[in-house]
Structure formats: C-alpha cells, structure tokens
C-alpha cells in the first residue's frame, strides 16, 4: 500500500478529524435499517480511541441540498454509535465555527465527537477551500475512512487533506483498496467476472479494463437483453438501451479477439407483469430462433443459464460480482441471483469479492454475506476503483 495508514502514525492526544461514510438507510421514523457502515468504521475508531486520541468524526446523509434540514441530522446516528460504542460519544449540532470548536476542546483523550451533517452546507460538495480549511482547524491529523464517497471531490473526502500536518487511510480504506486493487492487480486464474444491472453503459469501462485481466464474464440483469438485442435476438418489452447496441457489438469483437469468454444466459424467466405473484416461465433465448416472446419482459437469468453459471464459479480462483442477474427483490424473480450468490458462497478455494451495490444488498438478503472473502461498501466508488479511475479521496492522502 503506497498511502500512509492510520496504523503507521502517533496519534495520543491528538485531534483526529475522521470521515466515515455513515450514509445509512431509514425508515418514515428515521430508525437505521442497515447499519453495516456504521458496523464497517468500527475498528477505525476504536483503535483511535484506545490509542489516546480525540476522535472528531464527519460524515454526510442524505441530500440535504447544502441546507440544514432536520430530516438528515446525523443525531439519530449518534445515538446509534453509542450504543455500539459505549460512553463518551458526543454529538454537536454544527459542523464548523465556534459551537464545533467548544465541543472539540471539551474533549478528553478516547473521546469520540460526531459533528453534524458536512452537506448542511453547499460548500461541502463544491470543494470550497475555506470551508476545508474550517473542518481542518478541528483537527491535527485527518483520516479517511468513507470509501463509499471516497470517489467524491468534496471538502471532508479530499479538500481538508491539504491543510493538515498529516492525512491518512483508516482500516475500512485501507481494506478497500486491498482487495479492489491490490488483489485484482495479479488475481489468481481463472479469474472470473459477475456483472449484472440494468445498464450496460454503466459497466463499459469496468468491462473494458477487467478484459486486460479476466478470463471469463458471466452477462446477467437487464444489460443481458442490449447484448441480446445487438445480436439481433427478440427481446420483446425487456429493457434495453437502444443508443448502447453498437457499443454491445464492440464489448463482443473485443472479447473474442482476445480469447475472452463472454457468457450470455442461454434462457431466461420471462413475465407480462413485474410483480409478485404474476405469471412468468423459463423461454429459450439464444438458441435458433427463440427469444423473449412478444410483450413479455425478462426479469432473470433462467435454469439452464444457472447450470452453466454455476459450472464457471465453481472451477474460478478469483471471482469478483457487481451487479444482481435478475430483479431479485421480488422473490419470483430472484432465483438466479440466489443460485450464484449460493455458488460463489461455495467455492471455498476462490478469493471471492462482492464489488458493492445491489449485489452486496442480494448476499446479505440471502444470509450468504459471511461466506464472502470480501465485501465492499462502495457503489460508485467501487465502479470507478474497478475502471482504474483514481479517486480523490484516495490521491488526497499522504504517500506512505
């Protein structure tokens, strides 16, 4: 790792301006319903806690439009930490000026302080330096732990870092890019690919970077039916992205010039209406001249595209997954997703990686999550890591 670490710094009786990522899912009464961020920056700050420090936390939730709104205060959230916590975690209802001073200077070593909301403010996301230099003067070291936002240029994810003595990766961070980068620089063969979602333009440049690496893609989600379509094949009321066809038949010449195996299902669960309960049934789509029928839509990979995939994972070394292969919040449609989220979980032998988004939300629904060599927090983050993109989060920290 080129980025210096929290691990490799002194921090007793220090003030250390924290980011996390506590952007956390709520209800209508704004109680926490997944609190795996919150979980996931743990080790960060109780290592800074037992090692003497003053522990100054920013984070954002929410969009609040660089306004204060009471609906995205982070005060439920501190309430939460406490009680993962313990004592002496405070909170302050603003995140610079004299109010956030006199709360840092009460503090005592292994003190933790969660300020309010970073995006309270518009200067936040527009990177403004005199609002970095504000959240500076709260801390004399910075370390960051928000992969999540770590692809955002924002004044608490890159901006603070150029006006403080040091500025460092938390555990989180450091484990991110571990296992997104490090890992996946030389990955064990086969190296296999999972990419799901419903858009191929979101994943053409972690398709195209990956082709220097993987050995085989497994197609799944509603970007299967744009390659389909590129193909020529029915694919009646299934989503597709009509301007991306050219760009699929460019994706499959550059696949099979380079040797690459790129799967598409050979079948797929088809349905007239998205919901629970609706008629749907397993159809042929790329044999003869089989495909979607006419006004049905496909929603999942099919039974025999799960035999084949299932077959590929289990042979893999390194498997990586961004991306559900069906639409697997309706528990109808939500068979082929589990079918690979149980294979990877098998595949004992594989460094497994869950590449953030609605495929992580899938292993976790699943209870498979645990039986993943990794999981990452980051949607974006994660895409932009995998395209080979520097994040500013990242570049803004000191080289070890």
Request: net charge negative.
């Amino acid at each position: 790792m080129a980025k210096l670490s929290v691990r490799d710094i002194d921090v007793h009786g220090s003030r250390v301006l924290l980011r996390v990522d506590f952007n956390v899912p709520v209800d209508d009464q704004l109680h926490i319903t997944d609190d795996t961020r919150i979980v996931e920056s743990l080790p960060t700050i109780r290592h800074l806690r037992e090692a003497g420090a003053k522990v100054i936390v920013m984070a954002h939730f929410g969009r609040p439009k660089g306004q204060p709104n009471p609906k995205y205060s982070l005060r439920p959230v501190a309430e939460h930490l406490k009680t993962l916590l313990g004592d002496r975690v405070f909170f302050v209802g603003s995140t610079v000026g004299q109010e956030a001073k006199d709360a840092v200077a009460a503090l005592e070593n292994g003190d933790v302080l969660l300020l309010e909301n970073v995006r309270f403010h518009a200067e936040e996301e527009a990177n403004d330096p005199v609002f970095a230099q504000s959240l500076a003067e709260l801390g004399d070291v910075y370390v960051n732990d928000a992969f999540g936002a770590a692809h955002r240029a924002h004044a608490s994810t890159a901006g603070v870092a150029a006006y403080v003595p040091k500025a460092a990766m938390g555990f989180l961070m450091e484990k991110e890019l571990q296992y997104l980068q490090e890992e996946l620089r030389n990955p064990a063969k086969p190296f296999l690919v999972i990419l799901g979602g419903s858009k191929v333009s979101d994943k053409i440049g972690v398709i195209k970077s990956l082709m220097e690496k993987a050995d085989v893609f497994l197609i799944g989600g509603a970007m299967a039916f744009t390659f389909m379509k590129a193909l020529g094949k029915e694919i009646g009321n299934s989503r597709v992205e009509a301007d991306k066809l050219d760009l699929a038949r460019e994706i499959l010449a550059l696949a099979e010039a380079r040797g690459i195996r790129f799967l598409l299902p050979v079948d797929a669960i088809e349905t007239q209406e998205i919901k629970l309960g609706a008629n749907c049934r397993n159809t042929a789509v790329y044999s003869g001249d089989h495909g979607i029928t006419p006004d049905w839509e496909g929603v999942d990979i099919g039974a025999t595209t799960r035999d084949i995939y299932r077959a590929e994972i289990a042979k893999a070394k390194t498997v990586l997954w961004n991306g559900p292969v069906g639409i697997f919040e309706i528990e109808d449609f939500a068979g082929g997703t589990r079918a690979l989220a149980e294979a990877v979980a098998g595949n004992a032998e594989a460094v497994t990686i869950i590449g953030g988004g609605d495929s992580v939300t899938a292993v976790k629904q699943f209870g498979l999550a645990d039986q993943m060599t990794f999981i990452s927090t980051g949607g974006g983050a994660s895409l932009e890591l995998l395209e080979g993109r520097t994040l500013p989060g990242v570049a803004a920290l000191n080289e070890k």
